[in-house]
Structures are given as structure tokens and as C-alpha cells.
């Protein structure tokens, strides 16, 4: 148990002995010459002395023990030399000698405040806890050093697991008129750990942990949240809530949310396309051998609700717009068209093979409007409700594997146009060395239709390489798509057609809402029918603001 403590409160300690080590020495360059005063003594002995306590003070510490040893024997010196014996031991780190010292200083009648508060720094140092309780207890009686003394009681209490006596130690410097500020930051940490071990044995631990616990932490912090302890103490109560499943932002199977819950996009994107295909109030597409520029403009807004860090619910919608530059082809403007597309997404984190998971439940809306008509009036074409459910989850080491279920409704203006749909998809990330990352997707999509003829099964292999930071912020993506479409019961079609779509694009990041993409496509569909075949190309730039 109080192995992580010691982990995470190492600096702390630190500091405090840094700052006993430096009143102590305050204190005795004080103090020498009144108790060297205070012993009758020869003046060759006032001498040795006074080389002695220069030494000491230059921080000479074993020239110091050599000019002492000179005084062995000399009966008016000897509680003195004891004494600093004593403390040049303490500093040199040798404690049983130290100790023995100051033992020997006691009973030759020295009259040193700082003894018992120097021997508790020795028998801390040499592990035995209790005795140094002892001679820090009594420092603290005497009034000397009580601040610091107070607190080598708490933290040996919080060493032997007595935590109810270290809390009281620790309120006891708190409220001491004596007590250093950084000390009183620290003393409010150490209680804290304390309330937080007390929590830890306690039926309830998490309640008591947000409720009690943390306060105290933030009480810490909020003294000086720029100092050293203060930014120790940020990490610290982040570790907390990570363990006690108190951080908002981190789902009960550990997964890490943004601190933004919510999002706006914005996209303007501008392509060309070298052969428009009609929208011929059919689910086949037909090319127009005819090429136009396309401005299709997006906003996209969503925001996520989390509910017993288990649950994220994120309502969402999706407004676009899609025109046609060439106004005088009503077989090619007829496809100008605006979306409207409402969605709730949820997720229910929990863990599967030992690792963090999200069961996916997804529902979606879709009202399309098209010039279908081609008078340049925009009307219902169609709506359709999308659900989705899936398992996203990392059986693998490299990457997420996400497996999807989808089933549609889609109604036409046209009822013969209607149909319902099953898809099943499976993809896989795999993250690379250089944080290169290749991603796979296999999906079949059933169309289903009262009209046989418009029955279709479509199967869809794509792969996507993304390689970031080819150049500052620039990040090189590379895919390609394999479509094979059957059309089972048309008597017209002996095999299925098939589509083949290499693509590449380089995507900016400029600052931090920023994003600039320029991608290129190549779509070749080829078919037993001749009619059905065509090529084109894409050329698309687009610009995002993320806010």
C-alpha cells in the first residue's frame, strides 16, 4: 500500500528535508558562540573550537571531526565537541555514529535545543520509525522546529499505516502559527493521502473519494497551483479519479474522451468531375459523357453526453448542399440536391479480451431533396432510417477492429423505388512503425427490392494508407476501392459489374481549426453490358474549420 505513496510523494519529502537542513543550519551559526561562550575553556581550546566551527560552517565536515578529535580528553570541552561530533556525523550520513554522539552530548549536560530533532533525523534515516518518533515528539514539545517536527510524525505515521494519527499530525501543522507556507501546501497534501488511505478501507471508498478525498487535494493545490507541489498535486488527483472512475473524461474501461464534448465542422469542397453520371430516378447509374465542377458545402454539429462514464450518447446533424456549375444540362443539374441527415450515436464502453471496447448503436435519418424534376426547383426525392449495430474492440495489438450491422428503410417519391437493405462490414486499423497507419474494409451491402429487378448484392473492398508528416503538418494518403455489384435477377447480366478506385490525396493542417485537403480518384466501372461501362476522373479540393 504505501508503495505507490512513496512514489508519488518522493519530491515532497525532498523538499522538506531541504528545508530542515536549511533552518538547522541557521540555527547553529546562531547559536556556536553563545555555547562556546557558555563552557569555561582555555584560549588554545576557544581556538580549536572556533577552526572547528568554521570548518563546519564551510560545510568540511570531516575536517571538522579531525580538529575535534584534538579535544579528546578535555573534560571542558567534551559535551561541545559531542555535539558537533553529533551533526558532522548527520551530514556525512552516518547515523549510528551520529546518534552515539549525541547520546554522549546529553549526558555531559549540553544544553543544544536541536538534539532530540537531530537524532530523529537519525533514526528516520536508519529505518527505525518508532524511536524517531520519539525525539520528534520530543522536538516538538520543546517548541523547537515544531513545523517540521509535526510533519516527520505524520509522514512516519502514513510509514506504519497509521493514518488516523498522521491526519491528526498534519492538522496540527496546519493550523501552527509557526508553520512555512510551502509546508502547510505540503502538510494539506500529506492529509490528504491520509484521507485518501482511510477512504481505501471503507465500504464505500469511491463516494468518500469524490466527496471528501478530492476537496482536500483541490484545498492543497489552490495555495500556490504554480509551485512544484501544487503541479505534483494536479497529477496526483488525476491519477485519483482515473482509479476511482472519477475523471469524466475517462470511461469506465479506461478509454479517453476529449475534454470537447461538442463540435462544429464546416466544409466548402470544389471537384471536378470528367463524366457526370444522371440520376436516372433508378439505383444504376448511367455516365453523361459530360463533365461539370460540383460545390458541395457541409456543416456538421454534434454534441456528447456521458452518463456513469459508460455511456456516450451524441445527438448529431448534417446539413449539405450539392450544385452543379453547368446550368444548361438538365441531365446534369437535375442532381443538384441538399441533405438533411439527424443522428444519434451511442456507445457503451466496457472491455473485451482484457481491453477497452464500445458496443455501437446508431440511428440515422436521411431526407434528400433533389432536382428531380430538373426545373431547378429542389423536392423530396427520398427519406430513409438507418440503424446500426456494431462492436468496436482491439483483439489485435496493432489496432481497432470494428464490426458493423446495418439495416435501412428507404422510401422514394416514387414507391417503385423503394427498397430495404442489410449490410454487414467488417474494419481494421493497423497501426505501423513511424505511426504510419493502414486501414481495411471489407462491407456487403443487400438490396432488397419488390421489384426483383432492382434486387442487388454489392460488395466493397477498401484499403486506405495514411503517411503523416511527409511534411510539416502534411499528412500522404493513398487508397484504393474494389466494388462488385450483382444484380442477381436481371436476365440482361451475366456476371456482376465491377468498380476499381485508385485514389491519393495530401491533407494540410493549418494551426488548429485549419484543414486544407487537394485528392485525386480514378473510377473505371466495367460490365458484361457495354452501356454499363465508363471512366472518370476526380479532382477535388476542400477546406474544413473545425471549431
Not at 10 to 25: E, G, K, P
Not at 52 to 80: F, H, P, V, W
Not at 160 to 184: C, G, K, M, Q, W
Not at 219 to 248: H, W
Amino acid at each position: 500500500m504505501y508503495k505507490s505513496f512513496i512514489q508519488s510523494t518522493t519530491l515532497v519529502i525532498l523538499i522538506v528535508l531541504t528545508q530542515t537542513s536549511f533552518a538547522q543550519n541557521s540555527s547553529d551559526e546562531r547559536d556556536y558562540d553563545r555555547r562556546a561562550l557558555d563552557v569555561q575553556m582555555s584560549d588554545q581550546n576557544q581556538e580549536i573550537l572556533n577552526q572547528a566551527m568554521r570548518a563546519y560552517r564551510d560545510r568540511r565536515y570531516r575536517q571538522t571531526i579531525q580538529i575535534l578529535q584534538s579535544l579528546e580528553g578535555r573534560e571542558s570541552t567534551n559535551a561541545l565537541r559531542y555535539y558537533l561530533l553529533g551533526l558532522c556525523y548527520n551530514r556525512l550520513d552516518m547515523y549510528t555514529e551520529a546518534v552515539q554522539s549525541f547520546r554522549q552530548a546529553s549526558q555531559l549536560g549540553s544544553r543544544a535545543r536541536d538534539i532530540n530533532y537531530e537524532v530523529g533525523q537519525a533514526f528516520y534515516a536508519m529505518n527505525e520509525l518508532n524511536r524517531a518518533m520519539n525525539f520528534f515528539r520530543a522536538s516538538y514539545q520543546q517548541n523547537y522546529m515544531p513545523a517540521q517536527s509535526l510533519y516527520y510524525l505524520g509522514h512516519i505515521s502514513q510509514i506504519l499505516d497509521e493514518h488516523r494519527d498522521a491526519r491528526d499530525y498534519f492538522t496540527t501543522l496546519i493550523n501552527h502559527p509557526e508553520s512555512p507556507a510551502a509546508l502547510v501546501q505540503i502538510a494539506h497534501f500529506q492529509r490528504a493521502e491520509s484521507l485518501l488511505s482511510m477512504a481505501r478501507m471503507t465500504e464505500r471508498p469511491r463516494d468518500i473519494v469524490r466527496d471528501k478525498v478530492l476537496p482536500q487535494y483541490e484545498i492543497a493545490r489552490e495555495l500556490d497551483s504554480n509551485s512544484r507541489v501544487g503541479q505534483d498535486i494536479q497529477v496526483r488527483v488525476a491519477e485519483i479519479k482515473r482509479e476511482f472512475r472519477l475523471d469524466p473524461n475517462i470511461m469506465i474501461n479506461g478509454r479517453q474522451l476529449p475534454l470537447q464534448r461538442w463540435q462544429i465542422d464546416l466544409t466548402q469542397r470544389l471537384t471536378h468531375d470528367s463524366n457526370i453520371t444522371f440520376s436516372n430516378d433508378l439505383p444504376t447509374t448511367e455516365a453523361s459523357e459530360s463533365n461539370s465542377y460540383i460545390f458541395y458545402t457541409e456543416v456538421l454539429a454534434n454534441k456528447s453526453f456521458v452518463y456513469n462514464q459508460r455511456f456516450i450518447i451524441t445527438p448529431q446533424l448534417r446539413i449539405s448542399t450539392t450544385n452543379h456549375a453547368d446550368r444548361k444540362n438538365s441531365d446534369i443539374y437535375r442532381n443538384d440536391s441538399y441533405t438533411i441527415r439527424p443522428m444519434i450515436k451511442t456507445r457503451t464502453e466496457h472491455t473485451l479480451f482484457n481491453r477497452p471496447a464500445s458496443f455501437i448503436l446508431d440511428w440515422e435519418n436521411d431526407y434528400i431533396a433533389r432536382d428531380r424534376d430538373a426545373n431547378k426547383n429542389r423536392k423530396l426525392f427520398s427519406r430513409s432510417n438507418t440503424f446500426t449495430f456494431g462492436e468496436r474492440f482491439n483483439f489485435f495489438s496493432f489496432g481497432e477492429t470494428t464490426i458493423r450491422f446495418k439495416t435501412r428503410s428507404y422510401r422514394a417519391h416514387d414507391p417503385q423505388l423503394d427498397f430495404d437493405s442489410s449490410s454487414y462490414s467488417l474494419d481494421q486499423v493497423v497501426i505501423l512503425p513511424r505511426n504510419h497507419i493502414l486501414i481495411g474494409l471489407i462491407n456487403l451491402d443487400q438490396i432488397r427490392s419488390e421489384r426483383e429487378i432492382a434486387s442487388s448484392d454489392t460488395l466493397t473492398l477498401r484499403t486506405d494508407y495514411l503517411i503523416p508528416d511527409i511534411a510539416p503538418q502534411l499528412t500522404l494518403g493513398l487508397n484504393l476501392t474494389y466494388i462488385s455489384t450483382d444484380n442477381y435477377n436481371d436476365p440482361s447480366k451475366n456476371s456482376a459489374d465491377t468498380t476499381l478506385i485508385p485514389g491519393v490525396s495530401l491533407t494540410r493542417r493549418i494551426g488548429r481549426n485549419w484543414r486544407a485537403k487537394v485528392s485525386h480518384e480514378y473510377l473505371k466501372v466495367s460490365s458484361e453490358n457495354p452501356i454499363n461501362e465508363f471512366t472518370k476522373h476526380l479532382t477535388t479540393f476542400e477546406v474544413r474549420y473545425i471549431f
